[in-house]
């Protein structure tokens, strides 16, 4: 799963504590959050999606700017879902 980018190394342990939704025998909806549950997954890599292009343009004004952006990511595996305390 790719998520914001996390300042974490590759290997190492990252825990959720707040999770929204948990579905397991039944589907249990966070109020905001679901009590007493977290995630903990571990950092596979770390990365840079492909590059979009923002091109501005005003005609009869000769304005043209062109921008590239690239999003950090990190990537994580689950690796279990605890819940109660």
Avoid: C, N, W
């Amino acid at each position: 799963m790719d998520i914001e980018k996390l300042d974490k190394k590759e290997g190492d342990e990252v825990t959720f504590e707040e999770v929204l939704l948990l579905e397991d025998d039944e589907t249990e909806i966070g109020k905001p959050i679901v009590e007493k549950a977290s995630v903990k997954a571990e950092v596979v890599e770390q990365g840079r999606e492909e590059k979009k292009i923002v091109y501005k343009y005003k005609p009869k004004k000769r304005q043209r700017k062109k921008k590239g952006h690239r999003q950090p990511y990190t990537k994580v595996e689950i690796k279990e879902i605890v819940v109660g305390s």
